[in-house]
């Protein structure tokens, strides 16, 4: 079944560490997504690839980095985590084809932990 | 750790009646609305959409009705169950732009 898969679902690292999440997608959709999400809060967005150009909310701290090295793969980076950065990362992906509405499709999410 | 987030609204319904979420939506250029569920520790799922021309679709056990002149969206799950059991969030597209997420309700099922 095409899917968006994140690994790895549950990943702990030491504040100040340096952490990275992955994500990945047999879909061949154009868009991925980043979103950040706190206990109880909706998703919040942190950034954008569409294809290879990157979109970065502007709200979002410089802590956080992303890199798209091919259509399947997205990586979120966290240079130094803190420990208000212990969340649920979630990846999506949409079609971005211009036709219709551009729904996103989630994976299941990577809870982020900071010791 | 994580910071403590906001209380999410909470709808207690009894197994096997109806239940309805509401959102208040900003946008009044969106064209596009999706309703997710997310279970406890699992990405947001769609459930169903509908777009700004219509007032009302329904899919299996759910319908979603729009009033543009109120900016008001709902979700009525029918005979609710206990796999209902989750938060539910709507989401509005606006034209040439990208899905926002409404604040989200937790639907507990009791048996």
């Known amino acids: 079944d095409a899917m968006v898969i994140q690994n790895p679902r549950y990943q702990v690292t030491q504040f100040g560490k340096p952490v990275t999440l992955s994500c990945s997608q047999t879909?061949?959709?154009?868009?991925m997504y980043w979103y950040q999400q706190k206990s109880s809060q909706a998703p919040k967005l942190l950034f954008h690839?569409?294809?290879?150009?990157?979109?970065n909310e502007a709200d979002t701290p410089d802590n956080f980095q992303s890199r798209r090295p091919n259509t399947s793969f997205c990586f979120l980076d966290i240079r130094s985590p803190g420990l208000g950065d212990a969340a649920m990362y979630l990846c999506?992906?949409?079609?971005?084809?211009?036709?219709?509405?551009?729904?996103?499709?989630f994976g299941p999410g990577t809870r982020l932990t900071v010791t | 750790g994580e910071s403590v987030g906001l209380h999410l609204p909470t709808l207690s319904v009894q197994e096997g009646d109806n239940s309805i979420i509401n959102c208040a939506y900003s946008?009044?250029?969106?064209?596009?609305f999706i309703w997710y569920k997310q279970e406890s520790g699992k990405g947001p799922q769609f459930i169903i959409d509908?777009?700004?021309?219509?007032d009302k679709r329904q899919g299996q056990r759910v319908t979603v009705l729009l009033n543009k002149t109120v900016k008001h969206l709902s979700l009525q799950i029918a005979a609710t169950q206990p796999g209902d059991s989750a938060v539910y969030f709507c989401?509005?597209?606006?034209?040439?732009?990208?899905?926002?997420f409404g604040g989200g309700t937790r639907v507990l099922v009791k048996p």
């Open positions: 989401a509005e597209i606006p034209a040439g732009n990208k899905l926002t």
């Open positions: 946008n009044s250029a969106s064209d596009y």
């Open positions: 999506a992906t949409s079609r971005g084809d211009g036709q219709g509405a551009d729904e996103q499709y």
């Open positions: 879909l061949n959709h154009n868009v």
């Open positions: 690839y569409y294809d290879k150009d990157f979109n």
């Open positions: 509908i777009r700004s021309n219509m």
